[in-house]
């Protein structure tokens, strides 16, 4: 089996790796930096714009793959999967229509609401600034989302990031200038977790459900990242999340997959990431992606106990029916190691030193991210760098394992000790009890 992979973070590492575990996938990759856990995995690779589809399209006539995969979001977004299809290579990953579902909350919270699907904040789309004001203070706490693509920056959170309605007006006004749409909705109060979940059209099957940490630092404070690190229960459920949780967010999905067949007359093959809140007022949908979320792949793939590249074929030929999708009873906890100085001014080209044999010891599982391998070393790049996954029999476990890992990864880089670790769950639990009292 020859597969075509794109993207070159942790999440397309542990992809690759998950991949890899079958011993007849032959990997060939591109990306835009050199990942030297990419890398040792490819038969080949080629290092380009995801954005250049005529390099890309000569890399794949050489390759002749039997299929794609698709990692992140942007050339979902330029329309990858459109591109390949007429040269006879199917993708794991929608078309750019498709991928709607994640850049356009607009257009996946309006077709929510049009085919009556549960799990939706109170929400309005504008696409000027009449009405705005009304609906902010008839609000009251309120949220502004820009319609589109923001690597999880542009939501501006009323009490955190605006202070009042002028404020809201103010900053729907900004995004009004650079978007057709903004979104206005009811802030909600809650614990997040996301569903990961495989979708090909007919069948959704789901991975465990994570948390993610958006915080710079620890005890959840500083700037809003791409995720600073995630964790999953043995129990395949979280702390603050029951069954019935996860079978809710999983009708929801399924829903919305149909409406999305309905809709754009094609079947979505690919991820559905639910980014889903508990609430004292029952569960919300926040927002979809229409690919594994980075950190969150590493609390499933890892643990996935069938062969993904089964699993990615069968997504393909829309007989996800037929698969039983099994995951270890293990606890995860994953841990980003990121430039000094991330989000805001990440310090670039530095070199991480990475002690792969005490690695080795501590049991701990490297992902290799936006890193550059040259002259035999490792630098960064201006985003996250290296994710540490610790698998255990339960949560201290995982993380204990997952902490001395990153213990051995040192240079101008900082990570959260916090994440996985039992005060920081607990304090997700209270603020569950809390909100339900
Ligand atoms: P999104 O890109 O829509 O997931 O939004 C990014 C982050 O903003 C989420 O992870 C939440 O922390 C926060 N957020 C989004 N929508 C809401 C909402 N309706 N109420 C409260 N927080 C929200
Ligand atoms: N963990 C956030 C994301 O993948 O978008």
């Known amino acids: 089996m020859r597969v075509l992979l794109l993207g070159h973070g942790s999440r397309e590492h542990c992809m690759a790796e998950a991949l890899k575990r079958n011993p007849e996938t032959w990997l060939y990759s591109v990306m835009a930096h050199l990942n030297p856990g990419i890398k040792k995995l490819s038969e080949e690779f080629r290092l380009m714009k995801l954005s250049n589809f005529d390099e890309l399209h000569l890399f794949a006539e050489q390759v002749k793959p039997d299929f794609a995969v698709i990692g992140p979001e942007a050339p ?142 620890e005890n959840d404070s500083g700037a809003n990242t791409g995720g600073m690190g995630s964790y999953s229960c043995e129990n395949h459920l979280l702390p603050f999340v029951t069954e019935e949780d996860v079978k809710q967010a999983h009708g929801i999905t399924e829903k919305v997959m149909h409406a999305l067949s309905r809709e754009c007359g094609k079947p979505f093959v690919g991820v559905m990431y639910g980014g889903f809140m508990v609430t004292a007022k029952g569960l919300r949908l926040l927002e979809y992606n229409a690919r594994f979320g980075d950190p969150e792949t590493m609390n499933v793939l890892p643990i996935m106990e069938n062969d993904f590249t089964e699993v990615v074929q069968a997504a393909i030929e829309q007989r996800l029916d037929e698969i039983n999708l099994r995951f270890l009873e293990k606890a995860t906890v994953c841990k980003y190691v990121v430039p000094a100085g991330y989000p805001n001014n990440p310090s670039v080209g530095e070199r991480i030193e990475v002690d792969e044999r005490g690695l080795a010891r501590s049991g701990a599982h490297v992902y290799f991210g936006s890193v550059n391998e040259k002259d035999g070393g490792v630098y960064t790049t201006s985003s996250r760098a290296i994710a540490v996954l610790g698998i255990g029999e339960d949560l201290s476990d995982a993380e204990r394992r997952a902490q001395a890992g990153v213990e051995r990864i040192s240079g101008k880089v900082f990570y959260r000790k916090d994440i996985g670790t039992s005060a920081l769950v607990q304090k997700r639990i209270d603020h569950i009890n809390s909100l339900k009292k």
């Not at 498709?98 to 504008?126: D, Q």
């Not at 995004?175 to 979940?197: A, C, D, M, N, Y």
Request: hydrophobic share 35%; aromatic share 10%.
């Open 76 to 217: 979902l977004a330029d329309g990858v999967v459109d591109y390949f299809g007429p040269m006879g290579i199917p993708s794991f990953g929608p078309t750019q229509e498709l991928a709607k579902l994640e850049t356009s909350k607009a257009f996946s919270r309006l077709l929510m609401k049009k085919y009556g699907i549960p799990g939706l904040p109170e929400f309005k789309v504008f696409t000027s600034l009449e009405g705005v004001q009304e609906y902010l203070e008839a609000l009251g706490d309120f949220v502004i989302k820009p319609d589109g693509l923001t690597g999880g920056k542009g939501v501006k959170v009323f009490g955190e990031h605006l202070k009042d309605a002028s404020d809201g007006l103010n900053y729907c006004r900004e995004v009004l200038k650079t978007h057709p749409t903004v979104i206005v909705e009811e802030k909600l109060e809650g614990e997040e977790f996301s569903l990961q979940s495989i979708a090909d059209g007919k069948t959704v099957l789901d991975t465990p459900p994570a948390q993610d940490h958006k915080r710079a630092f």
